[in-house]
């Protein structure tokens, strides 16, 4: 057995080890653990989550010292003034409204701009009523997808900004039900007020839209508009199909031909040459062709047109291309309209309210333009629509009249219309279809813009 020596240290191998093994430990535990950092790339900002970052930042920033909270101002230039004369008229002092001027003239030339250009500002009033107003945001729009803004950064200086939305061409398909009118209907649902008042034009040739279409009959409609980034929607196009009670419309234009045309799956073109009514919603038939008691003069009397009970300022389509012959006032008529057509045809209106945008002797009219409007004016116990058809001079029941479809596909033309119909389909099929488009709404502002992200 070994003797203690108190001149010997002692060897002490636990605590040893165990630095030994934790040094060794941290070193592998550190070459485990440790990795190079990685910077995170940040996806930019869209144009519409930049300026929903400004609202809040400004929001954040609270209300200016001594100033009210800031309030929206719609302003719009007048004629014979500037547009600093107008920016004047939010409140704020002149030389704060000359910077802000001075800070748009790098964007756009200010000197172009018209009366009629409307633009919005945020201002923050002195909260004791004394002294100029402060602006602190402008925003005006230079395009249907663009703008220019104005704001203040936070030491005070004036901030230069041009935005441009990312815009979306879509095209839709809106399917529903008809719940009182096909027109309303769909215009409930979002249809464009373009769009329905076509669809309602297919249909008069081939449908009576107030007495043949009931409610829970469904409609289908198509159509493109082009949409901002925020959901704005900055123009429609044209309607490429129709669909209600079986009867079905694919647009389609033949080569060659300035206008597109609307055909049956078939290729045969749903146009008729002469639309049942004048009138495609809103009428009731008050009075028919044939003896009756006139209403004012008390006696039996031949009734030698249609009247179709409507309220005033009910539009008035022309039922078939032609040319203007009379657009004049006739006595017991009132305002009278006639309009000749081909094959020996004439249509009159009786009691008009007014007649449409340029209608006059000679001018030339095409199937469902706008040619008047349903009034009470001449011998008339209210609003309503007198109409005739004459042919070869001689009045005939418009109810009897009877008339051929236009045209039908054949060889080429109708091999393009297959393929314009099975893309329509598709689309149809899919629910619609959407496409980013590479922007064509240039800024519209008289002068054009220049690069803007200045301070002034």
């Given at each position: 057995m070994a003797q203690f020596d108190p001149r010997r240290q002692p060897t002490r191998f636990a605590p040893l080890a165990m630095t030994v093994v934790a040094g060794v430990s941290v070193a592998l535990?550190?070459?485990?653990?440790?990795?190079?950092?990685?910077?995170?790339?940040?996806?930019?900002?869209?144009?519409?989550?930049?300026?929903?970052?400004?609202?809040?930042?400004?929001?954040?920033?609270?209300?200016?010292?001594?100033?009210?909270?800031?309030?929206a101002v719609n302003v719009e230039v007048r004629r014979g003034e500037t547009f600093e004369d107008a920016v004047l008229r939010t409140g704020i002092g002149a030389n704060e409204a000359s910077a802000v001027v001075a800070t748009l003239s790098n964007a756009l030339d200010v000197d172009q701009?018209?009366?009629?250009?409307?633009?919005?500002?945020?201002?923050?009033?002195?909260?004791?009523?004394?002294g100029d107003a402060r602006l602190i945001g402008l925003t005006m729009r230079t395009g249907p997808a663009s703008q220019l803004t104005v704001s203040r950064s936070f030491d005070g200086a004036l901030r230069l900004r041009a935005l441009e939305e990312q815009v979306t061409e879509e095209t839709v398909v809106m399917s529903g039900k008809v719940d009182g009118s096909l027109s309303t209907s769909a215009r409930r649902e979002g249809v464009p007020a373009a769009a329905v008042r076509r669809a309602t034009q297919l249909f008069s040739h081939k449908l009576d839209l107030e007495r043949g279409v009931r409610d829970s009959d469904e409609y289908t409609l198509?159509?493109?508009?082009?949409?901002?980034?925020?959901?704005?929607?900055?123009?429609?196009?044209?309607?490429?199909?129709?669909?209600?009670?079986?009867?079905?419309?694919?647009?389609?234009?033949?080569?060659?031909?300035?206008?597109?045309?609307?055909?049956?799956?078939?290729?045969?073109?749903?146009?008729?040459?002469?639309?049942?009514?004048?009138?495609?919603?809103?009428?009731?038939?008050?009075?028919?062709?044939?003896?009756?008691?006139?209403?004012?003069?008390?006696?039996?009397?031949?009734?030698?047109?249609?009247?179709?009970?409507?309220?005033?300022?009910?539009?008035?389509?022309?039922?078939?291309?032609?040319?203007?012959?009379?657009?004049?006032?006739?006595?017991?008529?009132?305002?009278?309209?006639?309009?000749?057509?081909?094959n020996g045809l004439e249509t009159g209106y009786g009691h008009l309210s007014r007649y449409g945008s340029g209608i006059r002797a000679g001018q030339r009219v095409t199937q469902g333009q706008i040619v008047a409007y349903v009034g009470s004016t001449g011998a008339s116990t209210g609003p309503h629509l007198h109409y005739e058809i004459w042919r070869n001079g001689q009045r005939i029941?418009?109810?009897?009249?009877?008339?051929?479809?236009?045209?039908?596909?054949?060889?080429?033309?109708?091999?393009?219309?297959?393929?314009?119909?099975?893309?329509?389909?598709?689309?149809?099929?899919a629910g619609g279809e959407s496409r980013v488009q590479a922007s064509q709404y240039a800024a519209s502002t008289p002068g054009g813009l220049r690069p803007a992200e200045t301070e002034g």
């Amino acid at each position: 057995m070994a003797q203690f020596d108190p001149r010997r240290q002692p060897t002490r191998f636990a605590p040893l080890a165990m630095t030994v093994v934790a040094g060794v430990s941290v070193a592998l535990l550190a070459g485990r653990v440790y990795q190079p950092a990685h910077a995170l790339e940040v996806p930019p900002l869209t144009a519409a989550e930049r300026a929903a970052l400004e609202v809040q930042a400004y929001a954040n920033a609270g209300t200016p010292v001594g100033l009210t909270a800031p309030e929206a101002v719609n302003v719009e230039v007048r004629r014979g003034e500037t547009f600093e004369d107008a920016v004047l008229r939010t409140g704020i002092g002149a030389n704060e409204a000359s910077a802000v001027v001075a800070t748009l003239s790098n964007a756009l030339d200010v000197d172009q701009i018209r009366p009629g250009q409307k633009f919005e500002t945020a201002i923050s009033r002195p909260r004791l009523g004394r002294g100029d107003a402060r602006l602190i945001g402008l925003t005006m729009r230079t395009g249907p997808a663009s703008q220019l803004t104005v704001s203040r950064s936070f030491d005070g200086a004036l901030r230069l900004r041009a935005l441009e939305e990312q815009v979306t061409e879509e095209t839709v398909v809106m399917s529903g039900k008809v719940d009182g009118s096909l027109s309303t209907s769909a215009r409930r649902e979002g249809v464009p007020a373009a769009a329905v008042r076509r669809a309602t034009q297919l249909f008069s040739h081939k449908l009576d839209l107030e007495r043949g279409v009931r409610d829970s009959d469904e409609y289908t409609l198509v159509f493109d508009r082009s949409v901002t980034e925020n959901g704005r929607t900055i123009s429609t196009g044209d309607l490429l199909y129709a669909e209600l009670k079986g009867v079905v419309f694919y647009r389609f234009q033949r080569p060659g031909q300035r206008n597109a045309e609307y055909f049956d799956a078939a290729g045969r073109n749903m146009r008729s040459v002469m639309m049942r009514t004048p009138l495609v919603r809103g009428f009731r038939i008050s009075s028919s062709f044939g003896y009756r008691r006139h209403p004012i003069a008390g006696y039996r009397k031949m009734h030698q047109g249609i009247d179709f009970a409507a309220g005033s300022g009910t539009p008035v389509v022309a039922p078939a291309d032609g040319v203007v012959v009379e657009a004049r006032r006739w006595g017991g008529y009132g305002n009278w309209l006639r309009i000749r057509h081909g094959n020996g045809l004439e249509t009159g209106y009786g009691h008009l309210s007014r007649y449409g945008s340029g209608i006059r002797a000679g001018q030339r009219v095409t199937q469902g333009q706008i040619v008047a409007y349903v009034g009470s004016t001449g011998a008339s116990t209210g609003p309503h629509l007198h109409y005739e058809i004459w042919r070869n001079g001689q009045r005939i029941n418009p109810a009897g009249i009877r008339t051929s479809e236009g045209t039908v596909l054949s060889g080429s033309e109708l091999a393009a219309f297959r393929a314009e119909k099975a893309r329509i389909d598709r689309i149809i099929a899919a629910g619609g279809e959407s496409r980013v488009q590479a922007s064509q709404y240039a800024a519209s502002t008289p002068g054009g813009l220049r690069p803007a992200e200045t301070e002034g």
